[in-house]
């Protein structure tokens, strides 16, 4: 979430105070009477214009290989994210 925050500050798309949360779910597997993480998703929410919407989604596409967790676990654990825009009427 920090990386795709300041992705988008970097736009100056406020991503501060509130405005970017997210929810994160994971799911566990049993291997070898094991619990293993196997898939990771990160469900964001963005409070911003709707004019900001074409930039947050380019954003959104690039910025995991950019991210140092993401790097890190993307070969051992799915890892998925996706984003709300919850529009505001401030100008970005």
Sequence with gaps: MGTFGGALEARQIDASNGKLKADVTGEVETEDNVLVIRRIHV?????????????????????????????????AIKLTSSFELVASSSAF
């Design 43 to 75: 469900a964001m929410r963005l409070t911003a214009p709707q004019a900001a919407r074409a930039t947050v989604e380019r954003v959104h596409g690039i910025y995991a290989m950019n991210c140092p967790l993401y790097r890190t676990l993307h070969n």
